[in-house]
């Protein structure tokens, strides 16, 4: 689905990343971690095709983003950003009609099907009550889920989400990460998503990146990477791994002593 080719990223004259060589197939799902300011958004911005690598190039389907026409790109993936401004008073359902753009071709209006994408992925977020609401009355959960199915509705795929859990609340978080793994298996989607989380990651995702923020990586299955030494090397404090049951827990050593 998508791969980085001697991936190089670089800000202020320090690298991020160096030399990513990595790919992901339809029906995985990966999780991205590492410490604050490792580069994780930068890398999702440069996978989406809205950032520039210093070096190496990303390819989606074996064709290199700068081949994709921009329509053409849009139908292929989605991605959620950390932030977003709401300016204008638009109701929740034109929000997430305009995530259906790229399919209107030279059509001024969306059609039935378009709507019928949008009132899905409203339902399948549990927010399709709140569809004519304006979008700036929302809290900051409701606000997320309504991202969330604007990507959804865009039906790409492969979706890139920066930090999707932000602002959920515990039930909806798991709610979420459920239904995106349920388009991986069920529908083959590829699924990249950015998160601080390391006992969800190991539930919700099969495959995880880790990140450094000096160059370094180390990318592979769940099983292989999310270990308590590795993780305590990349996100900078000792990390202890408990068992509970058939479960792995993982807690910041001395976090309540």
């Given amino acids: 689905m998508i791969s980085a080719i001697d991936l190089t990223l670089a800000v202020g004259g320090r690298v ?53 026409p921009l329509p053409a790109l ?12 709401d300016a204008f008073g638009y109701r929740v359902i034109e929000t997430v009609l305009a995530a259906r753009h790229p399919y209107c071709g030279t059509r001024y ?3 039935g099907d ?25 809290s ?11 990507v959804l509705a865009q039906d790409t795929p492969l979706i890139l989400l920066d930090e999707p859990a932000n602002a959920l609340d515990l039930g909806h978080q798991v709610s979420v990460m459920r239904l995106l793994a349920r388009l ?3 529908q083959g989607k590829t699924v990249m998503m950015i ?31 999310l270990h308590a030494p590795l993780l305590s090397q990349y996100l900078g404090h000792p990390i202890e791994a408990i068992q509970h049951g058939n479960r792995q827990i993982f807690i910041p050593e001395g976090a309540f002593t």
């Fill in 114 to 138: 378009d709507h019928r994408h949008c009132r899905a992925a409203l339902q399948a977020m549990q927010v399709d009550g709140l569809a004519e609401r304006d979008i700036r009355t929302l």
């Fill in 140 to 150: 900051g959960g409701e606000r997320q889920r309504v991202a969330i199915a604007a």
């Fill in 184 to 186: 991986c298996r069920e």
């Fill in 195 to 225: 998160g601080h989380d390391v006992n969800l990651a190991q539930h919700a995702a099969s495959h995880a990146l880790l990140l450094m923020g000096d160059g370094r990586w180390t990318a592979g299955s769940v099983a292989e990477v």
């Fill in 16 to 68: 991020l990343l160096d030399k990513l060589n990595w790919q992901a197939e339809p029906g995985q799902s990966w999780y991205v971690i590492g410490r604050n300011g490792a580069g994780k958004s930068t890398l999702l911005r440069t996978l989406a095709g809205l950032s520039l690598p210093s070096a190496g190039h990303v390819a989606l389907q074996g064709r290199t983003l700068d081949q994709w």
């Fill in 109 to 111: 209006w969306e059609d």
């Fill in 74 to 85: 849009a139908q292929q993936r989605a991605l959620l950003t950390q932030s977003r401004s």
